[in-house]
C-alpha cells in the first residue's frame, strides 16, 4: 500500500473511530437524558400526591373542626339554658369530633409512614364478628342506619393487621355510604369459600370505571 493509501486509512479509522465515541455519547446522553424525566415524573407524581392529600384532608377536617367550634361556642354563651339531657348530648357530639380528628390524624401518619416504607404490619387473628362492629362503631348514626353487615360463617378468622385491615374497610364503607343513593343499603359480607375468608362491599351507586 502507498503512503496515500496508508494516510486514507488513518483518516478513515480515526472518522469512525470518532463516529462511534459520538454515538456512544449521545447513547450515554440520551439514556441521562430519560432517567432526569424519569426523575421529573415521579416528583411531579409526588407532588399530584401531595397535593391530593392536603386537598382531601383539609376537606375532612373541615366537618369535625366545625362541630367543635359551632357546639363549644353554644355551650359556652348558653350553657346555663340547656337541659341535664341536651348537655351531655353536645357533648358528646364534640367527643365524636375529636375522635374523628384523631382518626384523620392517624391516616396522615400511616399516609406518611407508608412513603418512607416505615409502616410495619402486625399479623394477627381478627375474628371478623369484631372487626366489623369496630367498623359500624366508626361509622356516623345516619350511616349506620344503611349499613348491613352478613357473616355467612360465624367463626370466621383471618390473619391480618387488625389496624391496617379495619382502616382499608372502613374507608371502602365510607366510600359507598357517601356515594350511592341516600336511601339505599350497604352490605358488609364475610364468608368462607375454598378455605379463604372473602370480604365484599356491595352498594347501589353508580360505581366507577
Known amino acids: 500500500m502507498s503512503i496515500t493509501d496508508i494516510a486514507c486509512l488513518e483518516d478513515i479509522g480515526f472518522r469512525i473511530a470518532l463516529y462511534i465515541d459520538n454515538y456512544s455519547l449521545s447513547n450515554q446522553l440520551m439514556l441521562h437524558i430519560r432517567e432526569l424525566e424519569r426523575a421529573q415524573n415521579e416528583l411531579r407524581e409526588a407532588n399530584d400526591f401531595k397535593a391530593d392529600i392536603i386537598n382531601v384532608t383539609s376537606h375532612q377536617l373541615h366537618t369535625p373542626l366545625t362541630i367543635l367550634t359551632c357546639f363549644s361556642m353554644i355551650l359556652e354563651h348558653h350553657y346555663h339554658k340547656f337541659d341535664t339531657e341536651q348537655r351531655p348530648q353536645y ?47 366508626k361509622s356516623p348514626p345516619a350511616l349506620v342506619l344503611r349499613l348491613d353487615c352478613e357473616i355467612v360463617q360465624q367463626d370466621i378468622e383471618i390473619v391480618s393487621d387488625y389496624a391496617c385491615t379495619n382502616l382499608m374497610l372502613t374507608n371502602l364503607v365510607g366510600n359507598t355510604l357517601r356515594y350511592s343513593p341516600d336511601d339505599s343499603p350497604v352490605l358488609l359480607k364475610a364468608e368462607e369459600k375454598s378455605g379463604e375468608a372473602v370480604l365484599s362491599i356491595s352498594d347501589h351507586g353508580e360505581g366507577i370505571d
Open 91 to 137: 357533648l358528646g357530639y364534640i367527643l365524636d369530633s375529636c375522635q374523628r380528628l384523631n382518626a384523620i390524624t392517624d391516616q396522615c401518619l400511616n399516609v406518611s409512614k407508608l412513603q418512607r416504607d416505615a409502616l410495619e404490619a402486625t399479623l394477627k387473628p381478627i375474628r371478623i364478628g369484631e372487626l366489623f362492629k369496630d367498623i359500624q362503631s
